[in-house]
Each structure stands twice: as structure tokens, then as C-alpha cells.
């Protein structure tokens, strides 16, 4: 069964920064698709970075230069630093994963099947 969980959410203050992790188990694709979404209230979800089993990524716009995400397969492990933190992005953040998507599917969240709980991540000003 695969399991995704993350972790590290929190409240912080405009210019901070915060590193989200999600903890992968059962999950043995060769080639995969993983991604960060983020979905606040009144909202829809949106993809936020994404990574191929070939390291290559992929950000939203409105993060780009502030998010880096990563993962350690050594330890099964996703991870999405933020930093320089802002109000906008204050959301509860999910990490997904699914078979290799092509570029135009990768921050698409109808198309994975896959999904942690959530991590909520709150930045005031």
C-alpha cells in the first residue's frame, strides 16, 4: 500500500522559512512523478514544484526562486524548502506522487493517484 505523510508544517512570519518532508513508503516506480500542491480555503489546488525520477524540476511561477524541492531516496523521503516566505502562500500543503507524467500533467493534481494527508503551513504579516 503506498503511503505518503508530511510533515514540518507550521506558523511563521512574512520572510520566513520553513522545510516540508514527506515520508514515502510503498511506492517502487522506477519512473514517477512527485509533487507538491498547496489548496487554501475557497481556493483550488494547485501544483507548486514538481520532480521526475530523472531529478529534473519543475515550479510554479509564483514560487519560483523561493521553493527548492528535492528528495532523498536513501531514505524515502520528498522535501520542499520554502523560504522568503509570504502571506499568499499560506495553505495546506500536500505532497502526490503518481507514474511519470508528461511536463504539461506534472502540477496537474487531477492526475495523481496518489496523496499524502496534508501539512498546514500559515504565514502571517
Known amino acids: 500500500q503506498v503511503r505518503l505523510v508530511e510533515s514540518g508544517g507550521g506558523s511563521v512570519q512574512t520572510g520566513g522559512s520553513l522545510r516540508l518532508s514527506c515520508a514515502v513508503s510503498g511506492f517502487t516506480y522506477s519512473s514517477y512523478s512527485m509533487a507538491w500542491f498547496r489548496q487554501a480555503p475557497g481556493k483550488e489546488r494547485a501544483g507548486v514544484a514538481h520532480i521526475g525520477d530523472d531529478g529534473t524540476k519543475r515550479y510554479a511561477d509564483s514560487v519560483k526562486g523561493r521553493f527548492t524541492i528535492s528528495e532523498d531516496n536513501a531514505k524515502n523521503t520528498l522535501y520542499l524548502q520554502m523560504i522568503s516566505l509570504e502571506p499568499e502562500d499560506t495553505a495546506m500543503y500536500y505532497c502526490?506522487?503518481?507514474?511519470?507524467?508528461?511536463?504539461?500533467?506534472?502540477?496537474?493534481?487531477?492526475?495523481?493517484?496518489?496523496w499524502g494527508q496534508g501539512t498546514q503551513v500559515t504565514v502571517s504579516s
Open positions: 502526490a506522487a503518481n507514474r511519470n507524467l508528461p511536463w504539461g500533467l506534472t502540477l496537474v493534481p487531477q492526475f495523481y493517484q496518489y
